[in-house]
């Protein structure tokens, strides 16, 4: 063979070699792979290395994995007419790969735009109140309504989560006023219980305190509280009744305790 017969085989089997290489694919564990043929869809390959027939098919990759829309600053205003600020997150998955090439082009900002719409309608439901104390509530009824278009799509709504709610300026300052007027209220009510309970306990005392036994062991027990300071003299007012329970009767009585008092 001439030398030109030898050039135009080693083209040939390079030329050969690189379409062999190029009809090679491979298909990654996160991922499915649709084989295009004459503009049509004729299978759907999954994780390993594949052969595809050069010049007529292509392929086309859909990534598996989870994925996430971010809706940040979103302005809804809700049932009573509150306008307030949404940072929420979308988690999508991608379930049918066909579906997802036929049916829809730009499938993230389809999501990203039809969700943006979803949450300002489903804020529109609830009033202020219900949104702070339902973030949990709003979340779900965001993701079933986002998951009802989306599964004709091909594509999975996993969970949706409100990240944050702004309120305006004004709104702030009035929960603030609430907050410390609530606290109020229950000082005082706490206050009000306490002295409540107290009084209960001073009258049974004082009930318990009509016995003469009672108030003479509370007037020794006062003794021996204010007894500690030797320093003082201390004069006691004591009522006729406790004396006489005692078996002292008048001034007689009383000198009969005391010999010095006769002698004065």
């Known amino acids: 063979m001439s030398l030109v017969t030898w050039v135009i085989a080693g083209i040939g089997a390079t030329i050969a070699l690189l379409v062999l290489l190029s009809s090679l694919y491979v298909v990654k564990q996160w991922e499915k792979i649709a084989v295009i043929r004459f503009g049509k869809i004729v299978k759907i390959v999954e994780t390993g290395l594949h052969f595809k027939i050069p010049f007529i098919d292509s392929i086309q990759r859909v990534d598996l994995r989870m994925q996430t829309v971010d809706l940040k600053g979103q302005l809804a205003i809700t049932?009573?007419?509150?306008?307030?600020?949404?940072?929420a997150v979308v988690f999508m998955k991608i379930e049918d790969a066909e579906k997802l090439i036929l049916k829809?082009?730009?499938?993230?900002?389809?999501?990203?735009?039809?969700?943006?719409?979803?949450?300002?309608?489903?804020?529109g439901r609830y009033s202020?109140?219900?949104?702070?104390?339902?973030?949990?509530?709003?979340?779900?009824?965001?993701?079933?309504v986002i998951d009802e278009l989306?599964?004709?799509?091909?594509?999975?709504i996993s969970r949706a989560e409100l990240q944050d709610i702004s309120l305006p300026g004004d709104m702030k300052r009035a929960f603030a006023?609430?907050?410390?007027?609530?606290?109020?209220?229950?000082?005082?009510?706490?206050?009000?219980k306490a002295e409540l309970e107290a009084s209960t306990m001073l009258s049974e005392a004082a009930a318990n305190m009509k016995d003469p036994n009672a108030m003479q062991l509370r007037i020794l027990s006062t003794i021996n509280d204010v007894s500690k300071d030797q320093?003082?003299?201390?004069?006691?007012?004591?009522?006729?009744?406790?004396?006489?329970?005692?078996?002292?009767?008048?001034?007689?009585?009383?000198?009969?305790?005391?010999?010095?008092?006769?002698?004065s």
């Open 79 to 87: 049932k009573d007419n509150i306008s307030v600020g949404i940072d």
């Open 177 to 192: 006023v609430q907050a410390e007027a609530e606290r109020e209220s229950r000082a005082v009510l706490i206050k009000a």
């Open 231 to 263: 320093s003082n003299s201390i004069v006691l007012a004591l009522p006729l009744e406790t004396l006489r329970s005692s078996g002292i009767q008048g001034l007689a009585g009383i000198s009969s305790i005391n010999p010095e008092y006769k002698k």
């Open 150 to 156: 989306t599964k004709e799509w091909g594509i999975d």
């Open 104 to 123: 829809i082009k730009n499938y993230y900002n389809a999501v990203s735009k039809y969700a943006q719409t979803s949450i300002r309608n489903v804020i």
């Open 128 to 144: 202020l109140d219900d949104l702070l104390a339902s973030r949990e509530e709003i979340a779900i009824s965001l993701k079933n």
